[in-house]
């Protein structure tokens, strides 16, 4: 079974910068495409960032383009999620999730077509001021 234990959530400022962190363990994570997935208070759970397995192709959600970056180190079966100018809107419960699925489409990458078929626990992140 993999297993994803995400960190690195906190309370940051508008404008701020977090990096959280994905660490997979239990199978090899070259074989995974990896994501993160974003909850708000009330809302439905949303992804927002994947990076794939084979060829490392990235996809993100409208609502984080051009402020979060993905990036996956296999041989330390870690991925990294940085965000950067982040606003209220951008607070809840961030999870990792993976699948063995290639994504071939960004509704594959994002979660939208079908479920990731592992999850972690989630880290919270507040943006206030």
């Known amino acids: 079974q993999l297993r994803l234990v995400e960190s690195g959530g906190g309370e940051v400022q508008p404008g701020g910068s977090l990096r959280l962190s994905c660490a997979v363990s239990?199978?090899?994570?070259?074989?995974?495409?990896i994501a993160w997935f974003h909850q708000a208070p009330g809302q439905e759970r949303e992804g927002i960032a994947c990076a794939t397995h084979r060829d490392g192709r990235t996809y993100f959600a409208d609502s984080v383009k051009g402020r979060f970056s993905i990036s996956r180190d296999d041989a330390n079966s870690m991925v990294y999620l940085q965000m950067d100018n982040l606003q209220p809107g951008d607070s809840g419960v961030y999870y990792c999730?993976?699948?063995?699925?290639?994504?071939?489409?960004?509704?594959?990458?994002?979660?939208?077509?079908?479920?990731?078929?592992?999850w972690g626990q989630g880290t919270q992140v507040t943006v206030s001021s």
């Open positions: 999730a993976g699948d063995s699925r290639y994504p071939r489409e960004e509704k594959h990458a994002l979660g939208r077509l079908y479920e990731f078929t592992y």
């Open positions: 239990g199978f090899d994570m070259k074989d995974f495409s």
